[in-house]
């Protein structure tokens, strides 16, 4: 529902004006009691419905505000309802003490907390569980100075004059906190939420002027239900509705971060090393200096020592979530730079690549247009008629040697990337084996003795079966070059699956490399003088980042080292369904 301002502002004055208008022509008595005390309790529940209707039809923390606000009303409500009880339903005064004085002070620590959550900057720099922890030490702190300085002459030895004149001031000082961070919000935002700070401060205002000159009234025994302070008080209370209404026909936008942020962000946690550094100075004062009866001073000391106790319990929850929470940005963090470094090893080695691909595409094709021609001649050559036996064999051998440079030119540029692979799922673990079983011979001879862990049933990935294979054999080629320098060794070779990526490990027990970093550059070679080019593992890395996968190298801690490689797996149909209906949504 979406009230006009300018017909709330005007409903409500025009209520304000017959309230006021009917209460100074009555004269004292039940009928003016029982009117001015039903209309109180009608504006205080209607505070608290109005604000708890803009926190359900709020989210985050701007609900919690609202929330709050119609906590504090119908704590109100509750303080005005037993005194409607007392006056109209019994027709007694008010007993002394009476105890919806310990709810009427306690109301205000809702609006305290709401102001402090300071719902108008931005939700993620603060955490819900923070801002409750907040209200909860907001709210023990203020129990506590009303169990210190008023709750023993009110209750534990009766002195109502004592009581009434602390419970006074207390109050004074609690309304003008609240009122005072109210100014201080209403100058430092801006938009809607300065409108809103700005209404509640004029509202809490004028209820703080009218709740100090009542209490001042009823000192002097001049004050009774139904005369004019009762007037102010209606209208505090209309004010704060008005500010309830006037909100719902806004759209309230958190502020973007300011410097004043962080300040505000450190005032907390400051507010409650004060608090529990004061808890001390009067436990002090209530066993040394205060001169009042025994049993008030023991009551003192108890209570100081028990909210020591509570408070201190709140402290350390607080840190030990805010040390959760730095674990998290920690971890995080790190987390962000080894991604951060990864994503620039990859950077820099995708641009050696490239150079080194435009280098070789240019040679390659280069070489492709004579190799043409010797091919087509080689193959006139060998059909030739005339030609002998031997010379039709030598023809045909030169264009046997012919297609076999053909396809070595084909293979350079494959690795530069300027020719397109056909790619078709492929079973990891049978090619992996087949890799194997083809450098058996080989390994055998240099004493390599292989241990396989692969896993049946792999999914299947998808890429160029022969691409992928000579990457393998590259990898245990290069493995059993490390181990022959050693006099052999163990190569280890796995296989498995992890998440949606095949994984393929080989570790030998080697010597290692000496900068693993860098075994992926073009020309750098792992092998002795003039056993290496430099080219076969940075061809591998090209083919794997071809088909868009990972390839790591590191040395073991107990030597050798490690090469792993992660692929993408080839999702089924039930699988991509969720994926595509997602993307879809």
């Not at 079973?427 to 992996?432: I, K, Q, T, V």
Request: charged letters at 15%; glycine letters at 6%.
């Amino acid at each position: 529902m979406v009230v006009k301002p300018n017909l709330s502002i005007t409903v409500t004055g025009a209520f304000i004006l017959v309230f006021s208008g009917t209460l100074l022509s009555l004269p004292r008595g039940a009928p003016l009691t029982a009117l001015a005390n039903s209309v109180s309790l009608l504006v205080l529940c209607l505070a608290s419905a109005v604000m708890f209707a803009n926190g359900i039809a709020s989210r985050g923390q701007t609900r919690l505000f609202w929330n709050l606000l119609g906590s504090g009303c119908a704590l109100w409500a509750i303080n005005q309802g037993l005194w409607t009880y007392y006056e109209v339903l019994l027709r007694r005064e008010l007993p002394d003490p009476f105890v919806g004085d310990v709810i009427l002070f306690v109301h205000v620590v809702p609006f305290m907390a709401a102001v402090a959550l300071r719902p108008h900057r931005p939700q993620e720099e603060q955490k819900l569980y923070f801002a409750t922890l907040n209200f909860i030490m907001l709210l023990i702190w203020w129990v506590f100075l009303y169990a210190f300085i008023v709750f023993p002459d009110e209750y534990v030895m009766l002195n109502v004059n004592v009581y009434s004149t602390n419970y006074d001031i207390l109050y004074l000082v609690e309304n003008m906190v609240w009122v005072v961070a109210l100014a201080a919000l209403a100058l430092s935002t801006k938009g809607e939420w300065k409108r809103i700070y700005r209404s509640l401060f004029i509202a809490g205002g004028l209820y703080t002027l009218s709740s100090e000159t009542m209490n001042a009234a009823i000192a002097r025994n001049k004050y009774y239900t139904g005369s004019w302070y009762d007037i102010l008080f209606v209208s505090s209370v209309c004010a704060l509705i008005l500010v309830g209404l006037n909100a719902r026909n806004v759209q309230l936008q958190y502020e973007p971060p300011s410097g004043r942020a962080s300040r505000w962000m450190a005032l907390a946690p400051r507010l409650a090393m004060l608090a529990i550094l004061s808890l001390p100075m009067m436990g002090f004062w209530a066993l040394f200096l205060d001169h009042g009866p025994e049993k008030l001073r023991y009551f003192r000391l108890m209570v100081t020592l028990t909210a020591m106790l509570v408070l201190g319990a709140c402290v350390f929850l607080r840190q030990y979530l805010l040390d959760r929470q730095l674990m998290n940005l920690l971890e995080s963090s790190h987390q962000s730079l080894e991604n951060l470094q990864r994503l620039q090893s990859q950077l820099v080695q995708k641009e050696k690549l490239a150079a080194l691909g435009q280098l070789v595409a240019g040679a390659a094709h280069e070489i492709n247009n004579p190799l043409t021609a010797i091919l087509g001649y080689s193959e006139l050559l060998a059909d030739h008629q005339t030609l002998s036996s031997e010379q039709s064999a030598m023809a045909q051998k030169i264009g046997m040697q012919a297609r076999r440079t053909r396809d070595l030119v084909s293979g350079l540029l494959s690795f530069a990337q300027q020719s397109p692979s056909d790619k078709s799922p492929v079973e990891m673990g049978s090619l992996l084996q087949r890799a194997l079983n083809m450098e058996a011979l080989n390994l055998g001879s240099r004493k390599v003795r292989v241990l396989t862990s692969i896993e049946h049933d792999l999914p299947a990935i998808s890429g160029n079966a022969n691409q992928l294979l000579q990457c393998c054999l590259q990898i245990i080629d290069n493995a059993a070059d490390a181990l022959d320098e050693v006099g052999g060794g163990e190569l280890r070779v796995s296989s498995r699956r992890e998440g949606r990526e095949v994984v393929v490990e080989f570790a030998d027990s080697g010597p290692g490399i000496l900068e693993p970093k860098k075994v992926f550059d073009p020309f750098y070679t792992t092998k002795s003088i003039g056993k290496g080019t430099g080219l076969g593992l940075s061809a591998t890395y090209g083919v794997v980042q071809d088909h868009h996968g990972q390839i790591t190298c590191h040395n073991k801690a107990a030597g050798g080292a490690i090469f792993v490689m992660r692929f993408p797996m080839v999702m089924s149909e039930a699988e991509s369904m969720p994926a595509a209906a997602a993307k879809a949504l």
